[in-house]
Nanobody
Framework: QVQLVESGGGLVQAGGSLRLSCAASGSPFSFTRMGWYRQAPGKQRELVATQHSPGSTNYADFVKGRFTISRDNAKNTVYLQMNSLKPDDTAVYYC??????????WGQGTQVTVSS
């Protein structure tokens, strides 16, 4: 069974920073795409940032210039460095991974709370 284990969430004041990590394991195939989505109370889940193994990235407009996604392919781990956090960034952040044959997996989520 593929598992995505997230960590790094917590409470931070507006303007602060957090670094999320997600370690994927259990797949006999490579994770060609990994990334992050988030869901705030009463809102739908939305893309934050994803990265394909060759290095291409995709950022939501509202995080460009503030968040940075990176990967450690040897450890099957994806990171999300979040700077200049705003209260609107408060949400549950979910790790996402896709294998080279097309299967998709989700983590259980980690809470990020940004106070005013």
């Amino acid at each position: 069974q593929v598992q995505l284990v997230e960590s790094g969430g917590g409470l931070v004041q507006a303007g602060g920073s957090l670094r999320l990590s997600c370690a994927a394991s259990g797949s006999p195939f490579s994770f060609t795409r990994m990334g992050w989505y988030r869901q705030a109370p009463g809102k739908q889940r939305e893309l934050v940032a994803t990265q394909h193994s060759p290095g291409s990235t995709n950022y939501a407009d509202f995080v460009k210039g503030r968040f940075t996604i990176s990967r450690d392919n040897a450890k099957n781990t994806v990171y999300l460095q979040m700077n200049s956090l705003k209260p609107d960034d408060t949400a549950v952040y979910y790790c996402y991974a896709r294998t080279n044959y097309g299967s998709e997996y989700w983590g259980q989520g980690t809470q990020v709370t940004v106070s005013s």
